[in-house]
């Protein structure tokens, strides 16, 4: 598995701020890219700093769809007011998720 991870900065976020009232959308909109595996949207209400981590079956589909990211990145940060500082891509190297 891989994992794209992308560093947005914004204003802070205040404590009853809803912080998932687009996730349907975004959700939706990258679900139907082949090899995608997850998602989450890490958020540090204080500083206004947000990452978003993409999960994905193998390389080739992380590298396969880095234009529809590209592209989804950039509405998600215009419409929450952020700028993008950085994006990574990684190797996922083990996984736990307690269900």
Same mark, same amino acid.
């Given at each position: 598995m891989f994992a794209r991870l992308s560093t947005y900065q914004g204003s802070p976020v205040p404590s009853g701020g809803d912080l998932s009232r687009n996730s349907a959308a975004v959700v939706k909109e990258i679900q139907g890219v082949?090899?995608? /595996?997850g998602v989450y949207y890490l958020v540090d209400r204080a500083s206004g700093r947000a990452r978003s981590l993409t999960l994905?079956?193998?390389e080739q589909a992380m590298l396969a769809s880095e234009e529809q990211g590209a592209k989804i990145r950039e509405e998600v940060a215009q419409r929450e007011g952020q /700028?993008?500082?950085s994006v990574e891509r990684f190797e996922v190297g083990f996984s736990h998720l307690e269900s």
């Amino acid at each position: 598995m891989f994992a794209r991870l992308s560093t947005y900065q914004g204003s802070p976020v205040p404590s009853g701020g809803d912080l998932s009232r687009n996730s349907a959308a975004v959700v939706k909109e990258i679900q139907g890219v082949p090899g995608f /595996r997850g998602v989450y949207y890490l958020v540090d209400r204080a500083s206004g700093r947000a990452r978003s981590l993409t999960l994905w079956e193998d390389e080739q589909a992380m590298l396969a769809s880095e234009e529809q990211g590209a592209k989804i990145r950039e509405e998600v940060a215009q419409r929450e007011g952020q /700028r993008i500082i950085s994006v990574e891509r990684f190797e996922v190297g083990f996984s736990h998720l307690e269900s």
